[in-house]
């Protein structure tokens, strides 16, 4: 069972936000992969900005 720390969250964000410092070529070879990532953890973890990714999901009925 795996348990969420909210400090390696945090540290992970940071990391995230650090991502064309620390590993410029993840910038140059997958392009938009590092935003999605930051994007991702923003709204996820600071609550802060849009979904990450549009989606519209069905209503079943």
């Known amino acids: 069972m795996s348990l969420?720390?909210?400090e390696l969250i945090e540290a992970?964000?940071?990391a995230a936000e650090r991502l064309e410092e620390?590993?410029?070529h993840l910038v140059r070879?997958?392009?938009g992969w590092c935003e999605g990532i930051r994007?991702?953890?923003r709204w996820a973890?600071?609550?802060e900005?849009?979904?990450p990714l549009a989606a519209e999901i069905?209503?079943?009925r």
């Open 58 to 60: 069905p209503l079943e």
């Open 29 to 31: 070879s997958r392009p």
């Open 4 to 6: 969420a720390y909210e």
């Open 45 to 47: 973890w600071r609550r």
């Open 22 to 24: 620390t590993r410029p």
């Open 49 to 51: 900005g849009p979904p």
């Open 39 to 41: 994007a991702t953890l």
């Open 12 to 14: 992970e964000f940071l």
